[in-house]
């Protein structure tokens, strides 16, 4: 069994809340959940977490905030947040705050009438944490299909620096460095599984559930 606690690290006013075991994502075995089920729900941990994360971006022209993971509470904070600063604003002083569609193949999809948000715009790509960087690549991909600039990738927790083969750096408000146990494994090498432990949760950018 495992419980969520808050480790004693701060930046500013955001939290960072953990639950250690053996979990599952879609790519991957990790050591560690991070939960940010109240940062995504609660609009001051929301203003928090877009108040550090803003911190990377004011000298950058974003134009729009792709939110991933069910980060758009945070992304439209994180607008807000870029807006008080001219030097991070696009020529339109306006910044769309936009999530995918997902099609029938889980592919991330656009319709006709939001693509004009994308094209030709700088895209700041946000999520809840990078770990392995999948899911980064695949927003990357993504917005680049439509026609947009992709300006970098943030979230709460990275444990990677750049996106792999994008050569994109990762921005976040919380890192390995905070984490440094933190471990993710390929199904298939995981140690965990080796040594015969179950998992205890099945988790994803909604939670987890108990195994």
């Given at each position: 069994?495992?419980?969520?606690?808050?480790?004693?690290?701060?930046?500013?006013?955001?939290?960072?809340?953990?639950?250690?075991?053996?979990?599952?994502?879609?790519?991957?075995?990790?050591?560690?959940?991070?939960?940010?089920?109240?940062?995504?729900?609660?609009?001051?941990?929301?203003?928090?977490?877009?108040?550090?994360?803003?911190?990377?971006?004011?000298?950058?022209?974003?134009?729009?905030?792709?939110?991933?993971?069910?980060?758009?509470?945070?992304?439209?904070?994180?607008?807000?947040?870029?807006?008080?600063?001219?030097?991070?604003?696009?020529?339109?002083?306006?910044?769309?705050?936009?999530?995918?569609?997902?099609?029938?193949?889980n592919q991330m999809i656009f319709r006709d009438n939001i693509q004009h948000?994308?094209?030709?715009?700088?895209?700041?790509?946000?999520?809840?944490?990078?770990?392995?960087?999948?899911?980064?690549?695949?927003?990357?991909?993504?917005?680049?299909?439509?026609?947009?600039?992709?300006?970098?990738?943030?979230?709460?927790?990275?444990?990677?620096?750049?996106?792999?083969?994008?050569?994109?750096?990762?921005?976040?408000?919380?890192?390995?460095?905070?984490?440094?146990?933190?471990?993710?494994?390929?199904?298939?090498?995981?140690?965990?599984?080796?040594?015969?432990?179950?998992?205890?949760?099945?988790?994803?950018?909604?939670?987890?559930?108990?195994?």
């Open positions: 069994m495992f419980e969520t606690i808050e480790l004693p690290v701060r930046r500013g006013n955001v939290p960072l809340r953990v639950a250690r075991g053996h979990f599952a994502t879609n790519h991957s075995h990790i050591n560690y959940y991070i939960d940010i089920t109240t940062q995504k729900t609660r609009l001051a941990e929301a203003k928090a977490v877009a108040k550090e994360l803003a911190k990377n971006y004011e000298h950058t022209k974003i134009d729009t905030i792709l939110c991933l993971d069910g980060m758009t509470l945070i992304g439209g904070c994180l607008a807000d947040a870029l807006t008080e600063s001219a030097r991070s604003l696009s020529d339109s002083e306006e910044i769309c705050v936009l999530e995918p569609e997902f099609n029938s193949y948000n994308i094209r030709n715009k700088n895209v700041l790509i946000l999520m809840a944490s990078i770990t392995t960087g999948y899911t980064a690549k695949r927003g990357i991909h993504a917005a680049r299909y439509y026609g947009g600039h992709v300006m970098g990738v943030a979230g709460l927790y990275r444990a990677v620096d750049e996106v792999e083969d994008e050569n994109m750096k990762v921005c976040s408000v919380y890192s390995l460095s905070d984490l440094p146990d933190y471990e993710s494994y390929d199904f298939k090498d995981c140690p965990m599984c080796k040594q015969g432990r179950k998992l205890d949760a099945l988790v994803n950018s909604y939670g987890y559930s108990r195994l």
